[in-house]
């Protein structure tokens, strides 16, 4: 083996590559110190590294990887690439075959730290020498029978973790889970994320509360907070250790944009709120994973929703379907939208900051630029309408209890039915396509499973849902002071607050014209109302 060309000494790149980066077998120091030690072996200088973490090598080729893709495409910069082991490069003979042709051409060398016999170094500095080619193709081979061998088991263990109650095969969890050991200590299960399960309360709490709260309206609100609420995929990220965002367009190092976090959006919020995995439920293929009797084989013993609960989810999601239209992301963070309409043409006014000659934030009526005619638009400052709003509402109903009214879930077994119905359907036309006694049997076993939970779901009974009336103790003026202003404006629509402002006079710029104000509340009884007509009525003695 030639390690030296004249009196020039060998100029080396040091390769690390890890396909989970939580493994420690071969984790990026190991594989740095093999690195280094190859190179003193062929009295070589380490010039540069490229670490890709979290790349598979039989899904990405060399050219493909995010740091040694930009390396090989620069072959003056060094003389030799540094590898641990050969499965470190590469996993397929096409992948192999294409690296010693680029070693080739740009006459480069190759060592691998371990390998048959120690230290491997595959030399393609002499374009007439054979044995590095046909050295590199023989373990191009053997590293792609390995890498199939692995898939197979991983696969087939996957396939029986999967059929297994409460085990986890340890892949990245369905949000708002995370991986926890067995009670026995044999493997892992979920359990729920405590701070990604508040985040799915607070997004099922703004469906419930707010009747105009839509997935869009929602996943803008999440993004638009300082500092922006983590996303399924940031979160995991997070708690790996790892930076939030990376590149876009689905699959690992796909061609697309690289942006610095994943943001929310009204699929991610549908996905996540229409997943089985919320009922704890394992989900293989975007269907639950079924038992020997049909039911779902569950992933975690503490699911976030119950089947009720989720069913009650999806209706309101259903019934937001419509709503389609995103609010603009500074109306997001403004007291009185949709509360607050232009008098001239009834239309809503919106809010605008502050910017240029004027310094203070305003409530706008948008008629022109939503192409229609307003006779009297009208413009008001935000502190002065926003001041008026909470001084009004809460002059009128400060003082009242808050009596929270609360929906019950009750059951019923229709979805389930219609989801093992369906599934039922795409099964039975299988039927008849296994020449096999043992795919005939294992067809039937699933079609018995099947139709057992079905007539389980059949004969469960229909539970309707009820309404509890609480007395919560607190005021409205208490849970106005402990609010935020998204908090607030929930609060006004939710009392059906409407203000209603006229077009100013000349010379109202600095101080507040009420009587363009015209405020109103929807129709509600003071819950002290019916104890003074009492009253009233013994002392006139009606």
């Known amino acids: ?32 110190e093999a690195n280094e030690r190859s190179a003193r072996a062929i009295s070589a200088r380490i010039v540069g590294e490229a670490e890709d973490l979290d790349v598979s090598a039989s899904r990405t080729t060399p050219f493909e990887r995010p740091e040694l893709g930009k390396w090989l495409a620069e072959p003056s910069r060094f003389d030799v690439i540094l590898w641990w082991r050969l499965d470190r490069a590469v996993r397929s003979m096409a992948d192999m075959h294409e690296l010693a042709k680029w070693a080739r051409t740009y006459r480069k060398m190759l060592a691998f730290a371990e390998g048959p016999g120690g230290m491997l170094t ?8 054979p044995i590095a080619e046909i050295m590199v193709t023989l373990l191009a081979f053997a590293a792609q029978m390995e890498a199939q061998a692995i898939r197979e088991r991983v696969q087939g263990a996957s396939e029986a973790i999967r059929g297994m109650a409460l085990r986890w095969r340890g892949a990245r969890p369905p949000y708002p889970y995370m991986p926890a050991p067995m009670p026995d200590g044999a493997g892992k299960t979920l359990v729920p994320d405590p701070e990604a399960v508040k985040v799915v309360e607070r997004i099922i709490r703004s469906l419930v509360e707010d009747a105009n709260a839509s997935p869009t309206s929602i996943a803008i609100e999440l993004n638009s907070e300082d500092p922006p609420v983590p996303s399924p995929r940031d979160h995991w990220a997070t708690k790996q250790g790892r930076k939030p965002g990376g590149k876009t367009g689905g699959k690992a190092y796909e061609r697309g944009s690289t942006v610095p976090r994943f ?22 293929a ?43 992301r500074s109306d997001t963070n403004a007291l009185l939208l949709r509360v607050i309409q232009c008098a001239g043409c009834g239309g809503r006014m919106y809010y605008t900051k502050a910017s240029g000659k004027r310094k203070t934030n305003i409530y706008a009526c948008r008629a022109a630029t939503q192409g229609r005619r307003c006779e009297k638009p009208s413009t008001i400052k935000a502190e002065w309408a926003e ?9 009128l109903v400060g003082s009242w209890e808050v009596i929270e009214t609360r929906k019950i879930a009750g059951y019923d077994p229709g979805p389930e039915i219609n989801e093992v119905s369906a599934e039922l359907e795409e099964h039975m036309k299988q039927s008849g396509r296994f020449r096999s006694e043992a795919g005939r049997r294992l067809w039937e076993e699933k079609a018995t499973a099947l139709e057992s939970r079905l007539a389980e779901l059949e004969a ?25 202003d998204a908090g607030k404006r929930r609060m006004l629509l939710d009392a059906g607050a409407v203000l209603k402002v006229s077009q100013g006079r000349r ?15 929807g129709e509600h009884d003071d819950p002290g109302a019916e104890h003074l007509a009492d009253i009233l009525a013994q002392e006139t003695g009606d």
Do not use: C
């Not at 393609?124 to 020498?129: E, M, S």
């Not at 959006?265 to 996905?271: G, K, M, P």
């Not at 989720?310 to 995103?326: I, S």
């Not at 309707?464 to 402990?482: F, I, K, S």
């Open 263 to 284: 943001k929310w959006s009204a699929s991610t919020i549908n996905a996540l709120l229409r997943s089985p995995t919320l009922m704890g439920q394992k989900v293989h």
């Open 122 to 129: 595959l030399d393609f500095r002499n374009p007439l020498d």
């Open 1 to 32: 083996m030639t390690v030296l060309l004249g009196s020039e000494q060998l100029e080396a790149l040091s390769v690390i590559r890890l396909s989970v980066r939580t493994d420690e077998t071969t984790s990026p120091t190991r594989q740095r």
């Open 507 to 521: 010379g109202g710029k600095y101080a507040v014209d009420e009587s363009r104000f015209r405020f109103a509340i």
């Open 387 to 395: 001041e008026y709003v909470a001084r009004k509402f809460l002059g």
């Open 460 to 484: 469960t009974p229909r539970r309707p849902p009820m309404t509890e009336v609480v007395h919560t103790g607190r005021t409205y003026r208490d849970v106005w002071d402990a609010k935020d």
């Open 286 to 328: 975007g269907a639950p994973v079924r038992d020997s009797t049909g039911r779902p084989v569950l992933a975690s013993e503490t699911p976030i929703l119950t089947r009720e609960e989720f069913d009650n989810v999806g209706a309101l999601l259903d019934a937001r379907k419509r709503d389609t239209v995103p609010p603009t």
